[in-house]
């Protein structure tokens, strides 16, 4: 069967051209060859990116970054192999111009000077918060950190703003079975703030350090230079500020019904929103006042406060009715 296989063929390429016949003939022969870059599939142990990987490098050496001995670039192939890189060193500035174009595009905000000399982080959750927007060069959108939305107001009431977006979930009559959109509110729900931050002049706010789960955020009093700091990552289930040299405050835009405080260093914060959050609190011997939708607290300490949205049931239930 073999046999009459290669008769076919060999009767059919007999009616080719001259051109083609040879061809053939050249690829047939390369079968029995010996090993070379064009086979990777011939010899036993053959390596046909040996030294591929080196020439290129050898190209390079110079070029990429002028005045680097070649040894900085040269690829080690018995070691790193092909995963190794090139070299580490920054991008040549005689070839690559800093300009500051991209400063332009996307203006920053909100970054402490000491964190600029390194890169920032593109498409993060946290990126609004650190962009102003398309209208206003002085503020930025809010981060959605899931299940809060996150804002870093510019008006008062400043602070840690946090909203549970869920609450104010619009959702579109649905086509063919499918939702269209759907979109949330923006409220001020609960603020972690101080009181310091309400004298004659606005706080800052600045994100200081940077990793792949999530930002480290201080908002500073500028006269007593005392900040709120803040650990900040996507689902996160509380919302912390660590305050130093601060009065705690908590503001919200909702009227507040009741605070329950029988436990120490825990407050049950009851809107009339039908949200309740329960804010607790590092020193278990701090006391708050309420004075309307103000909850402060007397002394200026340093501690720690974490407030989580425990239950809106209520506003969950009816929305699920209407719908």
């Known amino acids: 069967m073999a046999t009459r296989s290669w008769i076919s063929f060999r009767i059919h390429t007999m009616k080719t051209s001259t051109w083609v016949r040879t061809a053939l003939t050249i690829a047939v022969a390369s079968v029995h060859a010996s090993a070379s870059r064009d086979n990777p599939?011939?010899?036993?142990?053959?390596?046909?990116?040996?030294?591929?990987?080196?020439?290129?490098?050898?190209?390079?050496?110079?070029t990429l970054i002028p005045n680097t001995p070649p040894d900085a670039t040269k690829q080690d192939s018995m070691s790193g192999r092909?995963?190794?890189?090139?070299?580490?060193?920054?991008?040549s500035e005689e070839l690559f111009q800093r300009n500051g174009s991209l400063a332009k595009l996307a203006p920053i905000i909100n970054v402490?000077?000491?964190?600029?000399?390194?890169p920032i982080p593109t498409n993060k959750w946290w990126g609004n918060l650190i962009?102003?927007?398309?209208?206003?060069?002085?503020?930025?959108?809010p981060a959605w950190a899931n299940p809060y939305a996150l804002k870093l107001p510019?008006?008062?009431?400043?602070?840690?703003?946090?909203?549970?977006?869920?609450?104010y979930r619009d959702i579109a009559p649905e086509v063919n079975g499918t939702v269209k959109w759907y979109t949330h509110g923006l409220h001020n729900d609960l603020t972690l703030s101080a009181n310091e931050f309400f004298n004659s002049s606005k706080p800052y706010y600045e994100v200081y350090e940077w990793d792949d789960i999530g930002i480290k955020l201080r908002t500073c009093d500028r006269t007593n230079r005392t900040c709120m700091d803040s650990a900040l990552v996507s689902g996160m289930a509380f919302v912390s500020a660590a305050y130093d040299g601060?009065?705690?405050?908590?503001?919200?835009?909702?009227?507040i019904t009741h605070v329950d405080d029988s436990a120490p260093g825990k407050f049950v914060i009851h809107l009339n929103n039908s949200q309740t959050w329960v804010l607790y609190a590092s020193d278990k011997s701090i006391s708050f006042r309420v004075e309307d939708s103000?909850?402060?607290q007397a002394d200026a300490k340093t501690r720690s406060l974490m407030s989580a949205v425990a239950s809106a049931r209520r506003t969950l239930e009816r929305k699920l009715e209407s719908d």
């Not at 962009?131 to 959108?141: D, G, I, L, R, Y």
Request: aromatic letters at 12%; proline letters at 6%.
């Open 246 to 255: 601060l009065t705690p405050r908590i503001d919200t835009e909702h009227d």
């Open 154 to 167: 510019k008006e008062p009431p400043f602070g840690l703003q946090t909203c549970y977006h869920f609450t």
């Open 131 to 141: 962009h102003v927007t398309a209208t206003n060069k002085t503020e930025n959108f």
């Open 82 to 91: 092909y995963f190794a890189p090139f070299g580490t060193d920054a991008p």
């Open 112 to 118: 402490a000077e000491e964190a600029l000399n390194q």
């Open 294 to 296: 103000v909850v402060t």
């Open 41 to 62: 599939d011939v010899g036993e142990g053959f390596d046909f990116l040996h030294g591929t990987v080196e020439d290129a490098t050898e190209k390079l050496v110079g």
